[in-house]
């Protein structure tokens, strides 16, 4: 058995995680998406699973490498800036899907090939004057708040036009689509209402015919969540702790 031990980055007591857990675990996700894909008749290709290592240590991304996995949602960068040089021989692409400090542009700029919680304008303008000289472009999502809850970040549902009409000018930020997280709450309709308003803030941002951006992904639905975020037209699911583990 391969011993993985969880990131001692937090001091907390390890716990071990072998390969053949991780693909069964896999696995699956990989079935729940598949069962929710058949329930809202959509075709399962069109829903990516994107594991989020978080708290978890490179070994253990280098076991996700194995099954196949590329794409990595951290919320951290100097998370990011301790497993990379670990893994520089896995050609990971580290996906940011936390919030980020504007200090924080050039750190993503440096590691991220994406950023999906891209919120405010005071952070496109930083990304955008570290991406320049790097001569880069960054794939972004939008994260919208859809949910009442103080500890959630993201953009104002009515804020998000305007918004996009003012991040097309920035031609090192590739917009791609919208992200966002529902409520934490046992009420299936509570947390369906986020998923469904994203998705229609999704329509209203298309018809309003913006040009330079596209509107393709919604990435929405976690460990907890991802069945109904599915059916409400997800096409990226961000899990964590039912792939890695309890963190
Ligand atoms: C941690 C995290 C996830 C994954 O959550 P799980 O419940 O562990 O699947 C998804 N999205 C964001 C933004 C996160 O911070």
Redesign the pocket.
Known sequence: MIRLFKSVLYGRLPIVIDRESLASRVEKVQQQIAQACARAGRDPTEVTLLP?S?TFDAEAIREMTALGFRRF?E?RLQEIAQKAPELSDCDIQWVV??HVQTNKAKEVAKYAAEL??LDRMALAEALDKRLAPLNRTLKVLIQVKTSPEDTKSGLDPSDLIPFLKEISKFPTLRVEGL?T?AILSDDENAVRQCFKQLRECRDQALAAGIEGISLNRLSMG???DMALAIEEGSTEV???????GK?
Request: net charge positive.
């Open positions: 989020v978080k949602g919320n899907i936390g999906q919680s992200m997280m976690m460990s907890g961000r899990v964590g702790t039912a792939i890695f963190r």
